[in-house]
């Protein structure tokens, strides 16, 4: 019989799906293991070649890890609520539940085609009400919270509320915003209810407030940070502008250290951890405050790593939205000011943040005084200072800082040498901590650990400032000003929000007659009619942002029909947490920052078991398209002209443009001379009829020679890959290990069909083995050989090791060596070929199940198979190859028994017949002997 993958998976799919083979139930007798995969958004486009990559090696893992006697969990669902949808929804009028559905319905069909083992009675998606009441719920309960210093960790507003009605805040130690005013029990008690409420807004970790924030207006909501690249929207290329807005926020900065700490806990990658500690950013030095020239009662606050370069400040920088800029301004400096931060309000927070070479700001016209020399300093703007970040104003040092040093070149501002040790002007002070400082009043002469604590001693004695830590992290902006997405559960009273009651969970999304914001200006909930709570109050019209349901959805396939809680005890007492989760490295310091901070909450309230839900997490490498490009002269006219890649040379005077053309319709696309044929050209015109009538200079064979590189595979390049249309050609088997043998899971690679064929030919083979002269499977009986087993258990040991190291690609070279020496053998044994289907298992599902039940086993290999056990006595050599050496050169090669004695191989050596005539008229030195190596005879 024929190997036939199409037929094969046809019928183990209807078998698994009847058998419920992955379903998985909490079980007491085995150890747990719970494989995770980062869900994914199901847009219209549904999976290319290069979104299976990390499920197909976590599907191997699990399936691993279930032969090795686990009880392993291995959900999937979808994190379906989607700023595509919604703008999907905005063009058409459909609603975006109903396009999601269709798209995860396309979703699962390809998932299903691959032969994933996902449990799917536990799928959760984040738009159902069913998965979002909890959702809800958690917000309420970081509402109904705050973060105690002395306690370190959450505790309830209620704990709050009685210490500031016995003793106001005072003694109370948490984290709050820096402008809570200091207020004794009686202020507290004398209070009305709304004061007391928008007081307790200074400490519950979720609240709302005004913050800058990406509005993007053409899309009508605001926009995280890693939604804008180079200061346009992601997703449709549309103008992002920073804009002051009234927000939810989530007090993520109370958390800050522990998120630190918790990053030497986790078996994450350096690389990301090190994003993480970079995004947090924490900082110790001193918070200083600069008064006014014109108002010494005013002062502008700064924070600073390196108060020691005080006396080195020649000028002050605020950011463009900081909120005295205004008033700061003079009115000679109005315009060009005016102007400034109308240029700054375009730009992305990510634009400001990198490095820049062009230097720009403007200078306010007002001073304020530097506190430990009294000089008066120049208040500039620049838009590489962030109103979010610290105070919003930065003390410039030139002498210290080479962004300053830029400005201060470009302006025309003072540079003040203030280390003797200094070298060029413009180095990092922090090169140079070993100097005694010079030009600096109080601390001349002292070295760096002498100058800072006299100085903020100094500064703490005279009010001026204080030593501080703080943290590039800020609170995490969490509302959107769109429609689809989870609603808050707090609505307005008197212009103080309340949460509903929990037995109104979950707030369901309302109608609306369009999914674009009201002509007023109020998110797209506003369209809502008859919505308010209790018919009186107006519910919040945000709704929360992408990451709210990812930072706890793995909680919920521990127990999916739950209607009491988020999970149970039992279950989360179970499965505990994640033990391996996969995902791409671009969510680093997205959901993956924000889930370990609702998770170390949750912990705070003792509803999860584990500080940190993930042990282990594992980035998958990109696999990439090859983009190809025909070269157009876009100095021609009438006609249009492409060139061969080959021919460009002959057009010296050319302005060429690339045209990206879809994959399909180049031959050998990828390879050096990859090119469209006649055919090709006229499937470009039929695609692109703006080009009929152009005209195409080919080269001698008639081919227009294309260009292609590497990129990644996206619509807009014309260059993805259907799985669909790679399985049905060669099955999913052969997709999957394909995938795999790329290369290393982490790494990047590009995707090339023109090697998918050897490993077409390897599962082939390996069926082949299986089945007689009529190719029907049946195996022999027979005992199998010392070589046989030698082979087998080499495979055995070398897969296993691989699969723990996550090293799925040499392992597909593993299988392809193993078969061939099988096949030199002429093994058909099933002792050794049973085996060897039962390890193959995890990478080609079907077809180890296809062996499995044609050989009369009982079940599926994926529940009821074992993983074969290594035996190392067959791994052990009986004679080890010698080559021998005379001076140095091989001779000739001997076979000596594996426990042969050092001083037996020596005598040995020269008596062998095969080296006897280069040995003649020659005298005997030396034999050296490399055990199971080599020998070395020394003539002379």
């Known amino acids: 019989m024929e190997y036939k993958p199409g037929a094969i998976e046809a019928k183990i799919k209807a078998f698994w799906d009847k058998e419920q083979i992955y379903r998985v139930e909490a079980d007491e007798d085995k150890p747990k293991y719970y494989v995770l995969d980062m869900f994914p958004y199901p847009s219209g486009s549904g999976l290319h070649v290069g979104h299976p990559l990390g499920y197909i090696a976590s599907d191997i893992y699990a399936r691993y890890k279930r032969l090795t006697g686990y009880n392993v969990l291995h959900p999937m669902g979808y994190d379906a609520f989607g700023l595509p949808a919604e703008q999907y929804a905005i063009q058409t009028g459909v609603h975006p539940a109903k396009s999601t559905a269709e798209n995860i319905k396309r979703y699962r069909e390809q998932l299903d085609n691959i032969g994933f083992s996902f449990d799917w009675s536990r799928e959760v998606q984040t738009c159902d009400p069913a998965f979002y009441k909890w959702t809800q719920w958690i917000f309420m309960q970081l509402f109904n919270h705050y973060y105690d210093k002395d306690a370190d960790k959450a505790l309830p507003i209620d704990a709050l509320t009685a210490k500031l009605a016995m003793e106001g805040n005072r003694g109370v130690n948490a984290v709050c915003d820096e402008e809570t005013p200091a207020i004794s029990a009686a202020d507290w008690n004398g209070m009305s209810e709304k004061e007391q409420q928008l007081f307790l807004l200074h400490y519950r970790l979720t609240f709302p407030e005004e913050s800058y924030v990406n509005w993007c207006p053409a899309m009508g909501t605001v926009l995280s940070n890693d939604e804008v690249k180079d200061g346009v929207s992601e997703r449709g290329g549309y103008p992002v502008e920073r804009k002051l807005m009234k927000q939810w926020s989530m007090r993520i900065t109370a958390y800050a250290d522990r998120l630190l700490y918790g990053l030497d806990h986790i078996d994450w990658p350096e690389s990301l951890k090190e994003q993480q500690r970079n995004w947090i950013g924490r900082s110790q030095g001193a918070s200083v405050k600069f008064p006014l020239a014109q108002d010494e009662n005013r002062k502008i606050e700064v924070f600073t790593t390196r108060v020691d370069t005080i006396y080195g400040v020649s000028f002050m920088v605020l950011a463009p939205e900081h909120d005295w800029v205004a008033e700061l301004t003079t009115p000679e400096q109005e315009e060009e000011v005016s102007q400034y931060v109308k240029w700054a309000g375009s730009r992305s927070e990510v634009e400001r943040m990198a490095e820049v070479k062009q230097v720009t700001g403007a200078f306010t016209g007002s001073y304020c005084i530097n506190p430990v020399n009294g000089e008066k300093v120049p208040i500039y703007i620049a838009d590489y200072v962030l109103a979010g970040y610290g105070t919003g104003a930065v003390m410039a040092v030139p002498s210290g800082d080479q962004r300053d040093w830029s400005f201060a070149s470009h302006f025309g501002l003072p540079i003040i040498p203030i280390l003797d040790a ?519």
């Not at 400032?465 to 989870?486: C, D, H, P, T």
């Not at 390049?717 to 249309?725: C, G, W």
Request: aromatic letters at 12%.
């Open 422 to 940: 200094q070298q060029d002007i413009g180095q990092q002070a922090d090169a140079t901590k070993d100097g005694r400082y010079i030009n600096s009043g109080m601390i001349n002469g002292l070295t760096y650990a002498e100058a800072v604590p006299k100085l903020i001693g100094w500064l703490e004695e005279k009010g001026l400032g204080r030593g501080k830590i703080q943290y590039r992290l800020r609170n995490a902006v969490f509302s959107r000003q769109r429609y689809w997405g989870e609603p808050v559960p707090a609505y307005w009273k008197d212009g103080v929000p309340y949460l509903i009651e929990e037995s109104e969970l979950p707030l369901l999304l309302p109608k609306v007659d369009k999914y674009l914001p009201t002509e007023t200006g109020e998110p797209p909930l506003g369209r809502a009619t008859d919505w308010k709570y209790k018919g009186e109050y107006e519910y919040e019209l945000s709704t929360m942002p992408g990451w709210a349901g990812s930072s706890w959805y793995f909680y919920r396939y521990m127990d999916p029909g739950n209607e009491e809680a988020f999970a149970s005890g039992e279950a989360l007492k179970y499965w505990k947490s994640v033990d391996l989760y996969m995902g791409g490295s671009e969510h680093a310091v997205g959901h993956l920052l924000y889930s370990r901070f609702w998770n170390h909450f949750l912990f705070d309230l003792g509803l999860v078991p584990e500080r940190e839900y993930a042990k282990k997490l594992i980035n998958q490498g990109m696999i990439q398209g090859v983009i190809e490009s025909i070269y157009l002269d876009k100095n021609s006219t009438a006609p249009r002209r492409f060139v061969s890649a080959d021919r460009i040379g002959h057009y010296p005077d050319a302005d060429w443009a690339m045209i990206p053309v879809h994959v399909d319709f180049v031959t050998d696309y990828g390879k050096a001379e990859s090119y469209l044929n006649a055919e090709g050209i006229q499937q470009f015109l039929s695609w692109r009829a703006e080009y009929q009538g152009a005209e195409f200079v080919t080269n001698d064979q008639g081919q227009l020679v294309t260009h292609s590189e590497v990129g990644k595979m996206s619509k807009s390049k014309f260059n993805v890959i259907n799985p669909d249309d790679v399985v049905a050609k060669y099955g999913a088997d052969c997709f999957r290990m394909y995938e795999m043998f790329l290369g290393p899971i982490e790494q990047s690679k590009p995707w090339d069909i023109q090697g998918i064929d050897g490993v077409f030919k390897f599962l082939r083979r390996f069926y082949e083995l299986f089945t007689d002269e009529h190719g029907q499977i049946s195996l022999s009986t027979e005992p199998p050989t010392k070589e046989e087993y030698k082979v087998l258990h080499q495979a055995i040991q070398k897969v296993r090791q691989d699969v723990e190291r996550f090293s799925f690609n040499t392992c597909v070279s593993a299988f392809m060596i193993a078969a061939n020496e099988l096949r030199k053998l002429k093994c058909n044994k099933r002792g050794i070929l049973e085996p060897m289907a039962v390890l193959l298992a995890p990478f080609a599902p079907f077809l180890a199940e296809e062996i499995w039940q044609s050989l009369g086993n009982a079940g599926s290999v994926h529940r009821d198979g074992q993983y074969p056990e290594l035996d190392e006595s067959y791994l052990k050599e009986d004679s080890i190859d010698y080559p021998i050496a005379i001076n140095g050169k091989t001779r000739a090669t001997a076979s000596f028994p594996a426990d042969a004695e050092k001083a037996a191989i020596e005598k040995a050596a020269p008596e062998l017949e095969a080296i006897q005539k280069w040995l003649e008229g020659k005298t005997i030195r030396k034999v050296i002997v490399v055990p199971k190596r080599m020998i070395n005879i020394v003539v002379g």
